[in-house]
């Protein structure tokens, strides 16, 4: 592909915020890939990712709310955001919709995420023309 | 275009594997070429007789074999992790492939995914 | 900026076992990417890194880690894009 070829890109995140420091790589390679052009189709959490979409992350004052500031680019950008059913379940990340079929005491996944299974990234395998994962640097 | 899917993480103590594996089967369930690679660690997972329900987990090992019925294209193993790990064809589970990890073998598959 | 074939993407210390088995797959041919704990790799004595070697400049300059003398392009966040987009292949170790 030549420099000037725009792509579409979906992006993984399964590495947790504050468990490591793929939320805030996948960022920043979020916006630029948005200001030299391309398309993000979508970002998918997976795995220890989902922790990304928890409305009740509140780290202290002076720490940047990775949670927040992921909210704020998908919501500003009109992108889709995903976290994965299965590793969401699993983690306490919930909607309302698996709170009353589980029937527990709260849900707590943040607007605009919402729970999708495997399909959405196999999707992006199959047509996007990248798909980018950013991983617990352990 | 076929997926690779890389288990390097040993079986039990995170859900990495495990989540690597619902992966390639998901791809397999869509019609979606995938092989799966065991590299490092990840080999342990391709030992016979594993009795995970000792440590109130769910062994894979019939989700393994049943991999090529669900559309999984070939379960390959890297032959240093195997030699590293003392596993052979006597106590490995029966399909798999020792093969190296390598620069030609990624040439092969067009995505390479490895959970980590 | 040269053109490579497969972009491998390290975020991994260079003793963390997917740091190895990056560079059993990689060539001559090859981008290395180091970002997060992977550019420790820069200021580590052992490390031998093979393909052709990158190193993103907000996680060398939180480090501390300089690469004066080494055979490293240090990169920012739309390099690292436009990488992605002219490899042939992108592996995320």
Request: glycine share 6%; hydrophobic share 45%.
């Amino acid at each position: 592909m030549s420099p000037q070829t725009l792509c579409s890109f979906t992006l993984v995140i399964t590495g947790a915020p504050y468990s490591s420091q793929a939320p805030q790589t996948a960022l920043a390679f979020a916006r630029a890939a948005l200001a030299n052009g391309h398309r993000i189709d979508r970002v998918f959490l997976y795995g220890d990712g989902v922790h990304l979409a928890s409305a009740l992350t509140s780290p202290p004052s002076d720490e940047v709310n990775w949670s927040q500031a992921w909210q704020d680019f998908l919501g500003s950008h009109d992108i889709a955001g995903f976290a994965c059913i299965a590793s969401a379940l699993r983690r306490g990340i919930v909607d309302q919709s698996e709170q009353q079929r589980y029937e527990l005491p709260a849900n707590n996944l943040a607007t605009p995420f919402t729970i999708a299974g495997l399909g959405e990234w196999v999707d992006s395998v199959a047509h996007s023309d990248r798909v980018i994962y950013f991983h617990n640097g352990g | 275009m076929e997926t690779l899917v890389i288990i390097s993480h040993a079986p039990y103590c995170d859900w990495t594997g495990r989540e690597s594996l619902d992966m390639a089967f998901s791809l397999a369930a869509f019609d979606q070429p995938v092989t799966l690679l065991f590299t490092g660690e990840g080999v342990n997972w391709l030992r016979k007789a594993q009795q995970a329900d000792a440590v109130q987990q769910k062994s894979v090992e019939k989700n393994l074999s049943a991999a090529p019925i669900f559309g999984v294209s070939a379960l390959m193993a890297d032959h240093k992790a195997c030699e590293r790990y003392g596993l052979n064809k006597e106590n490995m589970m029966p399909g798999v492939t020792v093969t190296a990890l390598s620069a030609d073998l990624i040439e092969r598959y067009a995505h390479v995914v490895n959970l980590s | 900026m040269t053109t490579i074939h497969t972009l491998h993407i390290v975020n991994k210390r260079p003793d963390h076992p997917a740091f190895g088995a990056c560079l059993s797959s990689i060539t001559d041919q090859d981008g290395l990417l180091l970002t997060e704990s992977g550019v420790l790799a820069l200021a580590d004595r052992e490390a031998v890194l093979k393909g052709t070697i990158y190193a993103l400049a907000p996680d060398l300059q939180a480090r501390a880690i300089t690469v004066d003398g080494l055979d490293v392009q240090t990169i920012d966040f739309d390099t690292m894009v436009a990488l992605t987009t002219e490899a042939t292949r992108v592996i995320c170790w």
